[in-house]
């Protein structure tokens, strides 16, 4: 095929095959809050099969808004592995959002454009690095929510087809869902406003009989979800801060290297605001509209909300898709303009994809070095995890000993039970605490000290730590380079490799 004949499409298929090809190569290769998520699949799939297991976990059934691994990976795990299963989900998170925005380029102008193409620089994005895949993938999937709504006329039949669509959103993530209810809501006070809905009765009798009744099921489903909001840990992070909002300017590219992301994020900014005073691009009826209103939801949102931190990241990759699939050249765009624009961009595409594999290998190879120091875990230990360091890399480790829930069926502290099905067992509430940072090596001593506390709430302590040579069986230490292993402490080095060490607790055998 010669180079003149490429199209876009052949680029879209050929940068999901290496996604592909990524995830087989590297399947642990993600960071933070996967490897947490991973495990409560693990815990699903295996609780009624596995004894240990069942000391510690139990599956709560309610109303989560957070659900797109638990609908996938528990099942499959059962034909490829967990691990297979898991990167399943990795795969999509990867791929759907940029996809649909190249679905929706063909929508909107009739054809799949080079432009929409920009938005797979947002493969590696802020919520990946965060290892945020169920959001992620829930993203792309109201995308394509919102691609077809808007293929559909007002009508009795959108109302019935949206009725299983809006649910489905909902229960994969709350914030994907209101995401499409924010862009379906702009479509259509647009589409009034340009005089596509009739008068303004019979466009508020649309609103209130038609759309709205396609959207119950899943308000009725995210307003039962809120009923377990008082459970979620408050106060994680702040409301608005100058720092997490400079962080929103590189969220759609930020993948385990500020420059590398700093260098894309100025590149499309870059290009789209040069690109739209020079007259090269315009947007499609309605999208410019809708792109502004969604850049001011990502100014304005907060950082954390009900405990849930993050929200200034999330929606800063799908913006950047919809720019670049709302947009076609105008004859303005000459054709030196072009070749420069596409020089340039598949270059930073490549770029992206090289950055991407070389920090998946990085943390895939951690991994295997921790499953590699688990080998010597009796199976049904409770662990505490530790960090040496505060400052220590937390992009594997803040969530890293979650992997000793699926290769030896043990109990840690900090699984992420307040936003899924998972729960631990009564006699477990005490040593619980989800999303809590593991205990800190140099406050060990004076955690050892503490007497046990109970749980104030029924659901978890923030004690968890306290009094562990008696009530944790083995420490695994994430450490730096300068950390010089724990000294005069009641514990004993079973396993080690360059950053993790696995302490028993006394009585222990060397």
């Known amino acids: 095929m010669s180079v003149s004949r490429i199209s876009p499409l052949h680029v879209t298929l050929l940068v999901l095959g290496v996604l592909a090809v990524f995830v087989a190569a590297w399947p642990l290769g993600l960071g933070r809050d996967y490897f947490n998520h991973l495990a409560r699949t693990y815990i699903q799939a295996n609780l009624g099969s596995d004894p240990f297991l069942a000391q510690f976990y139990a599956v709560s059934f309610d109303f989560i808004p957070d659900l797109t691994m638990d609908l996938i990976v528990p099942w499959l795990s059962k034909v490829v592995g967990i691990y297979a299963a898991g990167g399943v989900t990795v795969w999509l998170a990867y791929s759907l959002a940029p996809l649909a925005g190249v679905i929706l380029s063909k929508t909107l102008n009739g054809r799949i454009t080079w432009l929409s193409l920009i938005g797979f620089l947002t493969v590696f994005n802020g919520s990946m690095d965060f290892g945020f895949v169920n959001y992620v ?146 947007f499609a009826p309605k999208m410019g509209w809708i792109c502004g209103a969604l850049l001011a939801l990502v100014i304005l949102v907060p950082s954390a909300i009900f405990g849930i931190w993050g929200l200034h990241l999330r929606f800063v990759a799908p913006l950047v898709i919809l720019v670049a699939a709302s947009v076609q050249v105008t004859p303005e765009f000459g054709s030196i303009q072009r070749r420069v624009s596409i020089g340039v961009f598949a270059v930073l595409g490549g770029a992206m994809l090289v950055n991407g594999a070389v920090q998946m290998a990085r943390l895939d190879a951690q991994a295997n070095a921790l499953q590699s120091v688990l080998a010597d875990l009796p199976e049904g230990a409770t662990v505490l995890n530790v960090f040496s360091d505060p400052d220590v890399d937390s992009a594997f480790t803040a969530h890293a000993a979650s992997m000793a829930v699926i290769e030896r069926s043990a109990f840690i502290p900090n699984l992420f039970t307040n936003t899924s099905l998972v729960d631990v067992t009564p006699q477990m509430v005490d040593l619980h605490m989800p999303q809590a940072l593991p205990a800190m090596a140099a406050r060990l001593p004076i955690y050892a000290q503490r007497p046990a506390a109970s749980s104030s709430n029924g659901f978890w302590s923030p004690n968890f730590a306290d009094a562990w040579p008696e009530r944790w069986e083995y420490l695994l230490v994430f450490s730096d380079p300068s950390f010089e292993g724990l000294k005069d402490l009641p514990v004993c080095a079973v396993s080690a490799t360059p950053g993790i060490i696995l302490y028993k607790t006394e009585p222990c055998t060397t």
């Open 137 to 282: 993938a829930s993203s792309g999937l109201a995308l394509f929510g919102f691609i077809l709504w808007i293929r559909m006329a007002p009508s009795w039949r959108r109302t019935i087809a949206f009725l299983p669509v809006g649910l489905f959103l909902v229960i994969n993530h709350a914030l994907a869902f209101l995401m499409f209810g924010f862009l379906v809501l702009l479509w259509e006070l647009l589409s009034f406003a340009q005089n596509e809905r009739g008068s303004r009765w019979r466009f508020v009798r649309q609103l209130v009989s038609l759309d709205l009744p396609a959207m119950l099921p899943a308000l009725f489903y995210l307003g039962m979800s809120l009923r377990g909001a008082a459970d979620l840990p408050q106060g994680v992070s702040q409301l608005y801060s100058l720092p997490a909002k400079m962080q929103t300017l590189f969220a759609a590219t930020q993948f385990h290297n500020a420059l590398l992301a700093a260098i894309l994020a100025a590149a499309i900014i870059g290009f789209f605001v040069l690109a739209l005073r020079e007259g090269w691009i315009k």
